[in-house]
């Protein structure tokens, strides 16, 4: 009940509902509370119909995801196209345990996550990439971050057969992602791999050009616009 009323709807409206927008950054600031009866809901399968989940704001963020992602594990959310977790600042553990729940099970219909401002690094990001590279997706945005080289190359390492297809945008601005980050992708769409790619952007600050090494990654596919 306490749940419901921070959405603004009835119990019996849970199960209707398609979108949800919580946390301090949408006026709806999430206690420990919060998490925890968000969790139990979607582990008992109670949002069958939500599609877009945006959290926003630092409430309680890396345990308040890994209670959620208990919940995940446990049944899923079978209509879900949109994740998003903005400025939570959920670090590499919660990354992780976010990671083992992210199947093509538990969200066979996701095909946008935004993860940025989350303080995650490489070692989150090696913990999600088995979970990113198996579902469908057309956007992934992980921007204001801390990954570097490492963490993209396990994002776009070989075999790419069947990886990332679908995707459309990838955003990993504001990282660490140096030249040979740059370099990795280019090397990569010069192969074939991301044939759908349109939009990207690697450039450490989003108020500079990124370098000869960023402007490369444009030059080896034609189309490619700024994400």
Known sequence: EVFATLAGLSITQLRDVDTLELGSGHSRPLTL??????????????????????????????????????????????SLCNLRFASL?????????LAAALTIRAVPALLSIHLDD???????????????????????????????????????????????????????????ITDAGCAALTSALRSGALPALQQVDLREDDDTDGGPAHEEIFAARAGLELA
């Open 118 to 176: 989350n303080q995650i690094g490489d070692v989150g990001m090696l913990a999600l990439v088995p979970a990113l590279r198996q579902l469908p997706l057309t956007t992934l945005n992980m921007g204001g971050n801390q990954i570097g080289d490492q963490g993209l190359a396990a994002l776009i390492a070989q075999p790419m057969a069947g990886v990332f297809e679908s995707l459309e945008s990838l955003d990993l601005c504001r990282n660490r």
């Open 89 to 97: 600042n959920i670090g590499d553990q919660a990354a992780a345990a």
């Open 33 to 78: 509370a919060h998490w925890r009866a968000l969790g139990t809901l979607v582990g008992c399968g109670s949002l069958p119909m939500l599609e877009s989940l945006d959290i926003e704001g630092y409430d309680c963020g890396g345990k308040g995801v890994v209670l959620l992602a208990a919940g995940l594990r446990r049944c899923g959310l079978p």
